[in-house]
């Protein structure tokens, strides 16, 4: 593989978030990205960001377990059952997988995580966190000292997680929701946009609020 | 005009963002702010900051647009016109408008925007982001991937903008309001504090919240 | 004392936040922490950290004032008033508060603040900010401009404290709070997480929001 802990790595997914991983790999990270790959049936255009698009069922002839690691960069579908089942079937084949984590992310050497991790830029990790295998964390969240995350999490953006909170596996966390410290949040559960979680959650729970209704008068109309 | 890109700014404005505007270009870029301005009627005090405070009126005079390039640090009263209508005003003169970035914001090579922006600090703007002209990004927002923010919009402190957002023209986007993924928000919305955007909105409308009501009891009766 | 500002700093308390503040001040500050301290009837294991826990009775046999500044690392109980009272009681007995601000906050030179203060990772303090005696500013927190924060206040994580905002003595602001420009909040207050201040506060005032409810079905139901 190359030089000073960069690897050669093929990323799973041609959707934004696999877009976006190849930026961040490319701009702030030893790796180097060679190609991607997704099953043939949703493979469209043959090459993306001027990078081969390889069909995962052909992965290995061309880019064998030796030859790269991977990065599974599959968003929330499922409820984060999409990515972890690609997750298994990646390790079953014997690829190992990266973690990436931004160089403006905060975190402390207490921290420690898994495998296909990967955490956008202006993260807070304080000291004492746990977290598991790939889970995402996107961007300018708060996780609070000795908090624990479960594998196949998906943490969207501005979210505080206080302190002494545990998220079981395959949550979803949506953006700016707000769970107090020393919750625990079952596994399945879906944090919706803006939800504020005060006490423990039941597993498979849906916790989200309905947006904020107009008002009856035009912006125009404001003392403003 | 000075050195390495450095221009001497006279800026627009005598409020609280004028003042700031000052310290942040003096403190955290290669600008030399030489003087305020401001329509006669609000002048106020001669000078500002130890800097002169021109009349907008008799601007040509002392600081000729091949003497001094602008910027319009005009907050959103009425929903943004007002510094819509300077801008328009300044460039119909021949002033160059200068954009600021933080440098303590992090943006990548792939974001876009105009003249007479303003990005504070602790902004994540993701990557393939278009932003217009005359754009108020005040501090801790993030602005998700692949999104657009129309011209003379203003968006306020720790405000979520998810991915692929559309924004337009001359909005207002309170603190800690968030908007979730994919969502257009049509222009001269005025998006109040802490309020939560989960579908398109109407051209002009007002989407807010109350705020907290107090509990009927008295913090010192709380068991904290 | 030690080199270049640095001083040997004991700690008070024994909880989350005196075991973090420690791990802060070894790993980001120029100051080394000797002790921890705390009330005998409190005391516990006569280690922590692999450094002593002196009787807080006892201290000024081993650490006098001339041997050791102090650092108050009490939380909000009793609404801030357990760590005002031992903030007192360690001034009156002569000791030196150190204050502490986290490499990674963004400060400005304008920015004023007392003793015994706290300031986590990933906060923004605007300029003409003041800041009194003992505030506790745990992460990622906005302190808009010329806004002043009162004596032993406590404010959690992601609370946006807009501009020209005062918050009396010993306020709790909680995780990812709002409070708009130009509020005053009356001392003692307790802003609840997530709670959103859009007008003056009342002494004592108690504003909290309920966690958002579950809805009726599981999220292997959604269409996620």
């Known amino acids: 593989m190359s030089s ?3 690897k050669r790595v093929v990323i799973f997914g041609v959707g934004d978030f696999a877009r976006l991983a190849a930026v961040y790999l490319r701009t702030d990270s030893p790796h180097e990205v060679v190609a991607f790959t997704v099953h043939e049936r949703y493979r469209g255009e043959p090459e993306l960001l ?3 698009v390889v069909p995962f069922e052909e992965l290995g002839r061309s880019y064998p377990p030796e030859a790269a690691a991977m990065l599974v960069a599959v968003g929330f579908s499922r409820v984060n059952r999409a990515r972890a089942e ?11 997988l990266v973690s990436y984590v ?19 830029e202006a993260n807070v990790i304080q000291p004492f966190v746990r977290i598991g295998n790939d889970v995402i964390v996107w961007s300018g969240n708060h996780i609070g000292h000795d908090s624990r995350i479960g594998d196949h999490c998906f943490v969207a953006s501005h979210a505080v997680i206080s302190g002494n909170v545990t998220i079981g596996e395959r949550c979803f966390v949506g953006v700016n ?4 410290d020393g919750v625990t ?16 959650t039941e597993p498979g729970g849906v916790y989200s609020t309905p947006g904020t209704e107009p008002r009856p008068h035009r ?6």
Request: glycine share 12%.
């Open 185 to 200: 949040i079952a596994p399945d559960c879906v944090i919706g946009a803006g939800a504020l979680i005060m006490k423990d």
């Open 219 to 224: 912006s125009w109309e404001l003392d403003l």
């Open 102 to 120: 931004n160089s403006k992310a905060i975190l402390w050497e207490e921290v420690e995580f898994g495998d296909n991790c990967f955490v956008f």
């Open 50 to 52: 001027g990078l081969p």
């Open 4 to 6: 000073a802990g960069g």
């Open 177 to 180: 929701a707000t769970v107090r």
């Open 86 to 96: 690609i997750y298994d079937e990646c390790k079953a084949r014997g690829y190992e």
